[in-house]
């Protein structure tokens, strides 16, 4: 069927916008209506739904519709939110919604004390952020400037203020913006079309890596009490996990070089200081290398028992975690691997089981989509120009699929998804037809080990080639990254430090660890972060290609495809989040 949308942009008078454009030449009758909009329209939009049938009989009386126009409307058919995620950044409209906790009356002191501390660890500069609405626990305000007096009449410290304003809200969306953008415009109108007269208004919204549906109503009621869990480098959480260790009274050991060092014995013991200004770097300070403990098993146990380690967390892709399965099976062999061990995922590659996500993964597709920019507005001005943009991922097309629907591509090949010379020919028709109608640049995205035949040398007989390298792993760790990696850090040490005191007998030295959920990988699955025990993980791993045997991000290529003006069948992958569940965990 025919669907009719108004989509409505505005802030907080959603009321007013709204019967402003139902009095409008246009008017809003026959429409489906999506809003677009902010956290402070939420009350509002349902406001409207409420004064809808007065609206109805105001317009009635004054002659602006007929009575059969109005039997029509007694109700307004459907109102669908679609915000853009609630994350910690608040890319969309800056904002962060967290639950508030005002500052005690001696903030004062106590800020004074920890600027003094930092400045005895050698930390010589000290930023300070201060949310615009900051109040103390009396309600009294807590604004920048009061902040630098206090600093600068206590401390005596050079203290200087920069107000961000307005200048937060430019620049380049994000990768993770343009595809919650793909993902809930898409979902916003499926929705449309799946929902009746009576059926009651719904948010769209991402939990976890999910899309869900939630009750107008039940987002409005308790919007102070929304937390989503997002998912940040590896450095980020290497830092989060060794402040955290200390904080609790934890000796912290970092490796050099993975497993190769940890055979040598190179490990430092870590201290607050020692990882000052890490979440800002991309990389990892630690030294990494793609090697497995099989062959060093001896070794690795053997410095294990020397340094009396309790508990392992290891931060990394595909290695990590097959490395971690190795260890967890030699346990019946070497009685020093008996101890708790977690992994934390960090690849661009996505190519882990047992979660949707890992670290990294968002700074490389970010990284992909602004070298895609650049590439395609250096053909601004030229005509019938082709481009092919190969990026890393082995067998995984995540990569190349997020960052081609991100960009704006035209199509992605991949490796999960098999393709042949024919699909490739019907590329190069698409192609000549859109140029036909104007359109001077075309753009396809593909993976490096999509099909050992159909290479991009091969391709790049039909097309242009723009290659790309390992500049896609470089960049700085976008904001979502380092979250995820502080806040999975934070939970592995919690999760390791409890496993510990149960497994291991600190007067004997004897660790008991063996149960499988003692060898855990800790990832976000669907809504929720969970810890999953890498043996049944094994289940679900194809070992010779290094992927998932299920991939959510498949469900999606659909959606790339249609945007791309193709033939493609998009079923609907948001879930409907009943009322007792009302609060996002």
């Known amino acids: 069927r025919i669907l009719k949308v108004k989509i409505i942009s505005f802030c907080a008078v959603a009321d007013v916008s709204l019967k402003a454009c139902l009095h409008s030449e246009f008017g809003v009758f026959g429409y489906q209506i999506s809003l677009r909009t902010s956290d402070g329209s939420l009350t509002g939009a349902n406001l409207f739904r409420q004064e809808w049938p007065g609206l109805v009989k105001d317009l009635l009386a004054a002659g602006r519709i007929t009575p059969e126009k109005a039997q029509q409307c007694a109700n307004i058919q459907r109102i669908i939110e679609a915000i853009d995620s609630v994350m910690s950044t608040a890319q969309s409209h800056q904002r962060c919604f967290v639950i508030e906790w005002p500052a005690p009356t001696d903030w004062p002191d106590v800020l004074c004390k920890k600027l003094q501390t930092m400045r005895a660890e050698g930390q010589r500069l000290n930023i300070i952020i ?34 961000l304003g307005h200048v937060q809200r430019g620049g380049s969306p994000s990768a993770f913006d343009r595809l919650l953008g793909c993902r809930m415009g898409a979902e916003a109108v499926l929705a449309l079309m799946e929902m009746t007269p009576e059926s009651e208004p719904c948010v769209v919204s991402i939990d976890g890596n999910l899309m869900v549906r939630v009750p107008l109503m039940q987002c409005s009621r308790r919007i102070s009490k929304l937390s989503t869990k997002i998912p940040a480098s590896m450095n980020a959480a290497v830092r989060s996990f060794v402040r955290m260790a200390i904080y609790h009274h934890c000796r912290v050991y970092g490796v050099q070089n993975s497993f190769e060092g940890l055979a040598r014995g190179d490990l430092k013991e870590m ?9 800002m770097h991309g990389g990892s300070f630690l030294g990494t290398q793609k090697q497995l403990p099989d062959k060093s098993m001896p070794e690795v146990a053997a410095v294990l028992a020397k340094f009396n380690i309790h508990a392992i967390l290891l931060v990394g892709g595909f290695e990590a975690y097959h490395s971690c399965l190795l260890l967890s099976r030699a346990r019946s062999i070497y009685p020093s691997l008996r101890i708790p061990m977690c992994i934390i995922p960090c690849t661009i590659s996505n190519n882990i089981p047992g979660t949707s996500l890992s670290l990294g993964s968002d700074t490389a597709v970010n990284e992909i989509c602004h070298m895609i920019d650049k590439i395609k507005q250096s053909a601004t001005g030229t ?13 995984c097309g995540y990569l190349a699929t997020l960052s081609a629907l991100a960009s704006g591509a035209d199509n992605a090949y991949i490796f999960e998804e098999k393709f042949g010379v024919l699909d490739i020919l019907e590329d190069v028709k698409v192609i000549t037809k859109k140029m036909e109608m104007g359109v001077q640049r075309y753009l396809i995205v593909r993976c490096e080990l999509a099909n050992r035949n159909y290479t991009t040398e091969f391709v790049k007989q039909l097309f242009a080639e723009e290659g ?118």
């Not at 609405?133 to 009449?153: L, N, Q």
């Not at 790339?560 to 965990?585: Q, T």
């Open 130 to 163: 201060v949310a615009e609405g900051a109040i103390d626990r009396e309600g009294k305000a807590i604004t920048a400037e009061i902040v630098r007096g206090v600093v600068k009449s206590t401390l005596h410290y050079d203290t200087r203020v920069t107000v």
């Open 468 to 585: 790309k390298g390992h500049a896609q792993q470089g960049g700085s760790p976008t904001p979502f990254d380092r979250n995820l990696g502080t806040k999975l850090a934070a939970r592995a040490l919690e999760y390791l430090v409890t496993q510990a005191k149960e497994a291991v007998n600190l007067k004997t030295g004897v660790a008991s660890a063996t149960n499988a959920d003692t060898a855990t990988l800790l990832g976000l699955r669907g809504r929720r972060v969970v810890f999953t025990p890498v043996e049944e993980l094994a289940l679900e791993t194809d070992f010779e290609h290094r992927l998932p045997k299920e991939q959510w991000w498949l469900k999606v290529r659909p959606l790339l495809r249609i945007l791309a003006k193709h033939d493609s069948i998009y079923e609907a992958e948001s879930m409907a989040v009943p009322e007792c569940e009302g609060e996002i965990n």
């Open 383 to 395: 005509k019938r120009r082709v481009f092919i943009v190969e990026t890393m991922g082995g067998y």
């Open 271 to 279: 201290e607050w200081s020692d990882v000052n200004n890490w979440v």
